[in-house]
């Protein structure tokens, strides 16, 4: 486990040299240009910033990343980049708020601008392939249906999430779907993410039928009859095991989550699942990744109307 104490967690010329480190590993560019003819700046105001020499922009750092325009010190980002990397359920904003020492609402707003650094690219490669596998299932997130009157009356008040899971690569995705969503919405989604050279494994789900057809083949499980293992050794196992460590964390350690912001809190627990040790990722390597996720990535607060 990576030392706490480490100089990049404590010292702010060391977290800088870090972040520079890690988004010019070869050569300093300009994020506005791209051009590489730049210099280090110098005096007092504008110690550790860059000049682009061709369109004469200053940059740092953290320009045209996550951390752009925040005041909080760099080696405080690293080291909650850090924390929520390791962290297997999460880390909450207000356990963030109080090793980092910044308010609660810097910290809650942090954290989601990591979330934001864990989010999938747009145009990612499509899971399994030939030769391949794809779990899928569908879950559902919220408050609990026993306390209501009626089962139906509970459903309505929780999200519905569809996950996919390839169980040779170990890589998840989850989908935020709105509470009723069909075949189509989820043959869309599932389309986009997976190839159709691979097999695709489901519970015995109507959503999944006509689908199935489109890839190599269709394996089902009789969850309602208590299969776990078809007679084929096919199983969907991984991706309840997802379900399983995502409910844990949003109920153990985050407690409550608005539905606005219920797709960040599942690329949080998909990019840790893919990236988790059991696939040869360690702590360092998981935020090594976030950091380098963070570029060319914003997040900014929206003023009420």
């Known amino acids: 486990m990576t030392d706490l104490l480490a100089p990049h967690f404590t010292d702010e010329k060391t977290a800088v040299a870090h972040l520079e480190a890690s988004r010019w590993p070869d050569e300093v560019n300009c994020p506005h240009c791209g051009s590489t003819n730049v210099h280090r700046m ?38 909650a980049i850090h924390l929520m990397s390791s962290s297997k359920k999460g880390m909450s904003a207000h356990q963030l708020h109080r090793m980092l020492g910044v308010t609660y609402k810097s910290a809650w707003f942090l954290a989601h601008r990591i979330r934001e650094a864990m989010k999938l ?10 030769g391949g596998q794809v779990q899928a299932d569908e879950t559902y997130y919220g408050n609990t249906s026993k306390r209501s009157k009626s089962y139906r009356k509970g ?7 569809l996950g996919i899971v ?24 599932i389309r986009q993410h997976a190839s159709r050279k691979s097999v695709l494994v489901s519970d015995e ?18 969850h309602w009859g208590n299969e776990y293992v078809n ?6 196992n991984n991706v309840e095991n997802f379900f399983g460590t995502f409910k844990r964390g949003m109920r153990g350690t985050y407690h409550f989550c608005g539905s606005q912001h219920l797709q960040r809190y599942l690329n949080e627990f998909s990019f840790r699942y ?16 976030i950091l380098k996720g963070a570029e060319g990535k914003r997040l900014t607060y929206r003023r009420p109307n």
């Open 231 to 236: 007679k084929n050794g096919f199983t969907t």
């Open 155 to 161: 459903l309505k008040r929780k999200e519905a999430v």
């Open 205 to 222: 789900s109507k959503l999944y039928t006509k689908l199935g057809k489109e890839f190599s083949s269709h394996e089902t499980l009789l």
């Open 42 to 79: 110098g005096g007092k105001t504008q110690a550790g910033m860059f000049l682009c020499n061709d369109c004469r922009d200053k940059f740092t750092g953290r320009t045209g990343t996550v951390m752009e325009r925040s005041k909080i010190p760099v080696h405080k980002w690293l080291l």
């Open 274 to 289: 893919t990236n988790r040790s059991g696939v040869g990722v360690n702590d360092v390597d998981r935020a090594a990744l």
């Open 166 to 189: 390839d169980p040779n690569t170990g890589e998840a995705r989850a989908f935020h779907m709105e509470l009723g969503a069909g075949t189509t919405v989820v043959s869309e989604i």
């Open 121 to 130: 690219d747009d145009k990612p490669a499509p899971m399994g392939g030939k």
